[in-house]
Each structure stands twice: as C-alpha cells, then as structure tokens.
C-alpha cells in the first residue's frame, strides 16, 4: 500500500499529456484490431456461417409428367455433392410414386436389406430387390422377404414447377431410417 | 501490510499491486517492458525513424493472414488454384484477407526500401555497426525470398510463368545453373514439386529464418544504440536523448494505423486479382514478375548469351558485395549526406537506374502494340475469371471421369452390367466407393482379370460379410464386367 501513488497517474504531473497519449495509443490499437481481427475472425468462422459440404437439390423432371402417375416411374438423377471447394457428381436412380393420400413420394432405388437396386417388377406389381428378393409396395413399404424396413424415401420438393429431391445414402440393415454419409 | 517482513524483499524496486503485479511478480514483464520501452533516442522522437517498426507490424501482420489464408489453402497443382478461388469467391472476407496479404508484399518491399534509404541517408551504420548492418541485408534478401516465392502459390497463369521465368535465371548461372534450377523446381520443369517447394520456403523456412534474423537485429540495434539525427555521434551520442516510449512509440502506431489503412482501402476497393488458371501450353502469355522485380528483369535482356554471367552474376553479386560491405569500406564517422558525394552519389545512381529500368520496360510492353495488346487480353482474362462464380474442383469419382471409360464398347457394356447389377448401388458410379462399400478405383493394379472374375463369382469372406453376393453371369457378360472394373481408375 505504501506504494499505492507509484501506480496513480495523476501524481506524475501531466495528466493531461498522459490521457492524450492513452486516447491515441487506443485509437491505434483499436483502428489496427478492427481493420485486421474482424475478418480474420469472419474468414475462420466461415464454416460456421455457410453451408461448406451439402448435397444440392437433384432435378428430376417436370412436375406435370408425374401428376398422373400409378405405377412407380424409374428415373436417373444427377447427385452434386459439394464439399468446401470439390464437388463429386453422380447419377442415382430413384422411384417416383405416391403415397396413400396421393402425395408425390420420391423413392431411393437402394434395397434398405444390403444394398442392391431394387426393382419394379410391373407384372407382380411390386417392388423386388433381385438379392435376395425383399419386396415392397407401390408406396415402398415392406411387404416381404429379408429387408428391415420399407424404401427410403427422400426429401423432396417442386420449385418452379420441376420435381426436385436431396439424394441421400441411409444405413442398412437397421429397421429405422437414417442418414449416412 | 508493508511493514510486515514478508514484504520486505520486494520493497527496493517499486512494486505494483492488481493483476500486472501478480504477473510482474512471476515473469519480471515490469522490467521487460521497462527495458524495451525506455530505450534512448538521441536527439529525440521523429518520424523518419518509424520505417523499422513498420516493418516489425507488417511482417506480424503477414504472418498472420498467412496463417489464416492456409486455413483453405491446398499447395498441390491439382488445387492450389482451385483454393485460392475458394478464398477468394467464396470465404467470406476471403478476398480482403487475401488482398491484405497480397498488397502487403508491396508494402513490405516499399518500407524496406525506405528503412534502407534512411539508414543510409542517415548514416546510420556507422559506428560499430557492422553486424547490425549486416543482419539487415540478410532480412532484405529473406524478404525478396518471401516475395519470390509467394508469388507462385496462387498457381494461375501470371504466377506460374513468371516463377518459370525466374527460376530459368536461376539456371543462367554458370556450372551450378542447372543444378540449382533442378533444386528450386524440385525437377527440370515446372510443376506440383515446385510448389511444394515454394511453399515450404513461403511459410516454413524462410519465416523462422525471418524470425530469427528479425531478433538478431532488434539485439544489435539495441546493442549500438539509436544512432539519432544526421549531426549525432554514432558511437558515443551527445544530444539530450528522449526514451522510445511514449512519443516514439505513438509515432510508430499511427504509421502502422495508416499502412493497415492503406492497404484496407485497397483490398475493398481494388481486390488483388487472381487469374485463371495456369496453363503452360499458352505460348502467347507474356509473363512479367511483381512491379518491384521488373527492374530486374528488364536489365537481364540486356545480357544475351554468353554475356550473361557478367550481367546475371558478375555485375549483380559484385553490387550485392557492395552494398553489403558498406560499414566495413565507409569508416569515417561523417554522417551529413551532402558531405558524403561518392556513397550517396552511388546510391542515388543505383536507385535512379533500376527506376530507369522499370521505365524502360514499361515503355517497351506498352509501346510495341502486339505486346500492349497481349497484355491487355491478359488484364482482362484475369478480370473476367474473377467475375465468374465459383466454380467447385470435379473431384476423380465424378461421373464425368466414369464416362471415359465408355469410349471402349466391352467397358461400355461392362459398365451397363455393373449398373444393372447394382454395383453401383454400393460401390458407386464409376466405382467411386460408397459408405457402404470400398471404392473399386485401382483395383485393377490390385488383382488380375481372372483373380477378378473368381472373386466376382466366389467372393471372400470378408466381402460376404460386407454384403457381397456372388456373381452369376454368362462368360462374355463377366468379360465385359472385369474389363469396365480395369477402366476404373
């Protein structure tokens, strides 16, 4: 405590030169930080502020040509997987159909058993996985055979009147649909 | 509490309470900063001194974009451009952070040349400042190095063939040319080594050796002393001397205020371009280094052939030997420019033909019309790539890469089985793995045709067990299939 007044500036005798120099020493301090720290911390941070890996909506037609559909309709889709700045393209195929209400159902092709390209197999008018024969319903749930549960459906949407889906790859094997990949 | 015995030690040197104390306590940061604050200026604080520090800030400063901007940046010559676009079109602040360090190359190369000319105005090597000297013209070739091999990272067309060009000099020189071209290029040509190279030299060795140099020399200029105004004495100075700290020191913030200012200014509203990407096969691009080696490379034309170790090496290294022996051919202690004529004269006459050089070249690029119009192509090639959006890197598993296969009709039919097997369901197109099954890309190098086939009809266990199913085909089928398999790379 005795040397409680080397600390204080007002005992050094310019006060005022002192804060004149303090104001302009923060105003350096301050200018440089914001013109560096800012974008220094936007740029780290990018990832938390867009999307950096993504898979972009698929278009798979017209939504007109599906309005009518009773039968499944096989379609192949092009998959844009982005990855900060690589992209992988790939073609899928897909099952469009309706669900029980009549909605648009779009279906992923991949047998939810082990993974083989289930097909429709208009004369039994069903689903058939050719492996080992799972089976499934105009709508893609499971009607039979090994499959721990129905067809994935994917998340589909139109924009500007063209059936759009995000392609995804799901875990098989498991009776609950999830996401993988 | 201070008149108890536990206090006693301490209470010769002013002590200081709160958190400072405590750290002061532990670390001695009082006396450090003390130390570094208090130092002597004779004569006073001005600002012709501030171009050291100014460096000390830029160089931070460099290092620190730099840091961040290899947060996204990839040196191979398969992405380097790719990232560098990244950062530019799509990171956000990427292209002011870019800019920043892009343009603080420049700033970097202007203020060394201004810390050079001051020092040199202002005599102020002399008096037993050899080494300090010295040390600075290792830091200015370290920063020239930064320069050299910045420039090549961003692998785009100007970048690519001014490094081709500046390594080609490198090869001038006589017996250990070649070599040392090799050694830059990690190879005779141009390619994915050298910029592994470039980049190691860019942000691992020539850093540390900046560091350690910058420290040698904040060491010896301490150990000298400021030598102050033009009329001190440089060894044992007489003028009332004023200590660095506080008007000095806010000299130097407000000039580090005004670069970072400057060079913010200029990256919002004059971006640092990126061109497009490299192409060695265009033979038409004129290629022209970063404007502070222009000069340079405008006196290296002059030299043609055989004359080229006088003009590459000769000519070049004795100025280098020169300028670096200054303080040890200069040793009166006369520090007024207007008594010193041969050593300024010299120096003014160096400055004034590498800006003559500069002119010359200029002159000549922009008043040949074929060269002026190549050069504006070239503007306006790199100003139109940089309007285009961002454009992701095709990575090899893409359907595009799977498509070549297709030109041979028995892949093209494999490809059709491997399809219609579902293959691809688990394998992926073109055998670009799934999470659900390993990439088939390769495995041709891996096993024969026939080792395919028994796999195919007979697989492991440890395929079975992954969800493998055996593979009944008629023979020309599976021919076709293990072919497809062999395109897949």
Redesign the interface.
């Known amino acids: 405590m005795s040397h409680h007044e080397i600390d204080t500036p007002a005992s050094n005798g310019e006060p005022s030169r002192r804060s004149y120099i303090g104001w302009l020493m923060g105003l350096c301090s301050t200018g440089v930080g914001a013109v560096l720290a800012f974008p220094l911390v936007r740029f780290a941070l990018y990832p938390l502020t867009a999307k950096t890996t993504e898979t972009k909506w698929s278009d798979v037609g017209p939504a007109s040509d599906f309005g009518s559909v009773t039968t499944p309709v096989q379609r192949s889709v092009t998959m844009e997987q982005l990855d900060g700045w690589r992209k992988t393209v790939s073609e899928k195929i897909v099952y469009v159909t309706k669900d029980g209400s009549g909605q648009l159902r779009v279906l992923s092709a991949i047998c939810p058993h082990l993974g083989c390209s289930v097909q429709w197999t208009g004369s039994k008018h069903e689903f058939v996985c050719p492996c080992h024969g799972a089976s499934f319903a105009t709508d893609g749930t499971r009607t039979g055979g090994p499959a721990p549960r129905g067809m994935d459906s994917l998340e589909s949407a139109v924009q500007a009147d063209r059936l759009v889906v995000r392609y995804r790859y799901f875990r098989q094997l498991v009776p609950d649909k999830e996401v993988i990949g | 509490?201070?008149d108890s015995p536990i206090d006693r030690p301490d209470a010769q040197t002013?002590?200081?309470?709160g958190l400072f104390g405590w750290f002061d306590q532990r670390t001695g940061l009082d006396g450090l900063l003390r130390e570094a604050l208090d130092e002597p200026i004779p004569g006073g604080a001005r600002f012709a001194y501030v171009f050291g520090s100014a460096l000390l800030f830029i160089f931070i400063?460099q290092v620190?974009?730099g840091v961040?901007l290899t947060?996204?940046y990839v040196p191979s010559a398969d992405?380097a451009h790719?990232?560098v676009?990244?950062i530019t079109k799509?990171?956000?602040?990427?292209s002011?952070?870019r800019s920043?360090h892009a343009y603080g190359s420049s700033a970097m190369v202007i203020l060394l040349l201004l810390h050079v000319t001051q020092t040199f105005l202002y005599g102020s090597y002399k008096g037993r400042r050899e080494l300090l000297w010295l040390s600075g013209c290792v830091l200015f070739a370290l920063v020239l190095g930064m320069a050299f091999t910045g420039y090549l990272l961003p692998w785009d067309q100007k970048a690519y063939l001014a490094t081709a060009v500046g390594t080609n000099i490198a090869g001038e020189v006589p017996f250990i040319g070649p070599w040392i071209k090799s050694l830059m290029r990690g190879g005779v040509d141009m390619g994915t080594l050298t910029l592994s190279r470039f980049y190691v030299a860019h942000v691992l060795l020539i850093p540390a050796a900046i560091f350690a140099f910058v420290a040698l020399h904040i060491y010896l200029f301490r150990k000298a002393g400021a030598a102050g105004p033009i009329n001190e004495d440089p060894v044992t100075p007489t003028q009332p001397p004023e200590t660095f700290y506080?008007r000095q020191?806010?000299i130097d913030?407000?000039f580090?205020?005004a670069i970072?200012?400057v060079l913010?200014l200029l990256a919002q509203f004059l971006p640092f371009e990126l061109g497009p990407k490299a192409n060695p096969a265009d033979t038409r691009y004129l290629p022209r280094p970063e404007w502070y080696y222009i000069p340079i490379f405008q006196w290296l034309k002059y030299w043609p052939g055989s004359l080229s170790f006088l003009g590459v090496v000769v000519i070049p290294g004795v100025v280098a030997f020169l300028f670096a022996s200054l303080p040890f051919l200069d040793r009166r202690m006369e520090r007024r420019p207007w008594k010193r004529p041969v050593a300024v004269g010299t120096y003014v006459f160096i400055f004034l033909a590498l800006f003559g050089l500069g002119a010359v070249s200029y002159r000549s690029d922009h008043g040949d019309p074929g060269y002026a119009a190549q050069l504006i192509a070239q503007q306006k090639a790199a100003e139109e790539f940089m309007h285009q959006p961002?454009e992701?890197?095709?990575?090899q598993?893409?359907?595009?890469t799977?498509n070549a296969a297709l030109a041979d009709p028995v892949a093209a039919k494999g490809e059709k089985i491997y399809?219609a097997q579902?293959c691809?369901?688990?394998h992926?197109?073109?055998g670009?793995g799934?999470?659900?099954?390993p990439k088939l890309t390769g495995i041709h190098a891996r096993f024969s045709a026939d080792q395919l086939t028994a796999l195919l009809k007979n697989p492991s266990p440890k395929m079975t067990a992954g969800?493998m199913?055996p593979l009944e085909l008629p023979a020309e089928e599976m021919t076709a299939l293990v072919t497809y398999l062999g395109f897949l790379k």
């Open positions: 509490m201070s002013p002590k200081r309470t400063s620190i974009t961040v947060l996204y992405h790719t990232t676009a990244y799509e990171v956000t602040s990427g002011f952070l920043i506080p020191v806010v913030a407000l580090a205020l970072i200012i913010a961002f992701p890197e095709l990575s598993a893409s359907l595009a799977a399809r579902s691809n369901a688990c992926g197109d073109g670009s799934t999470p659900a099954a969800g199913s």
